[in-house]
């Protein structure tokens, strides 16, 4: 089966620096992605990262090692808007195959 | 439209009804993934399709639930004899398979 490990709650202040650890258990492995979700929102896509090493997006960042089955998100410069629930979740079985997503973690960022 | 579309928005319903709930991917996705997630939980994988064919459906809780996609666009998800357990919020995403799935806004099912 599949399984991914992620912290529940992470509480950081306005223009610090905030990493969520992932790490997953899975078969047929082929990328890990990060999705936000506001309260009352959708999931939305952040970052993906098929290939060992740091992806940079603006003020985030995700990082994976294959061999250690983990990876993280690192989110820079934290804003009040930054408060919401971050999602890892594997692909496997290729690049057609499905996705699971972790249990989230949820940022609560303070002035 | 411009992005993934999910009917009703709200849905609420009896113990024992039926119900389906529609979604409506982004033009030219080949493929659809149906979650259902509960407060303060992540995403609980439902079923996902390649085109027309439920490449896996290992996440439907029991025979109860059920999902079609006849032409390879618009899916539905149905629910016989729904139960108070089945309450939650149920999303739709599609994807090119490019690793980057786009969620609809979802339909919140309350089964009272």
């Known amino acids: 089966g599949q399984s991914l490990e992620q912290p529940s709650e992470v509480t950081a202040v306005e223009g610090a620096i905030v990493q969520i650890n992932c790490t997953y258990q899975t078969s047929g492995f082929y990328g890990l992605s990060w999705y936000q979700q506001h309260d009352g929102g959708a999931p939305t896509f952040l970052s993906y990262?098929?290939?060992?090493g740091l992806e940079e997006t603006g003020r985030f960042s995700s990082f994976l090692s294959r061999s250690d089955s983990y990876g993280y998100l690192l989110l820079q410069e934290l804003q009040m808007k930054d408060s919401a629930s971050y999602f890892c979740a594997v692909s496997y079985g290729g690049s057609q195959g499905n996705l699971i997503f972790g249990k989230g973690t949820k940022l609560s960022v303070k002035p | 439209g411009a992005g993934v579309s999910q009917t009703p928005s709200n849905k609420v319903t009896e113990k024992g009804k039926y119900v389906e709930l529609r979604c409506d991917p982004i033009?030219?996705?080949?493929?659809l993934y149906w979650y259902r997630q509960s407060l303060g939980q992540g995403p609980e994988f439902l079923i996902y399709f390649q085109g027309t064919g439920a490449a896996d459906d290992s996440g439907l809780p029991n025979d109860r639930f059920f999902a079609v996609r006849p032409e390879g666009s618009v899916s539905t998800l149905k629910i016989q004899r729904t139960e108070r357990g089945d309450s939650a919020v149920y999303l739709c995403?599609?994807?090119?398979?490019?690793?980057?799935?786009?969620f609809g806004e979802g339909s919140r099912l309350t089964v009272l």
């Open positions: 990262n098929a290939l060992d």
């Open positions: 995403a599609s994807s090119m398979n490019t690793g980057e799935l786009f």
């Open positions: 033009s030219g996705h080949t493929a």
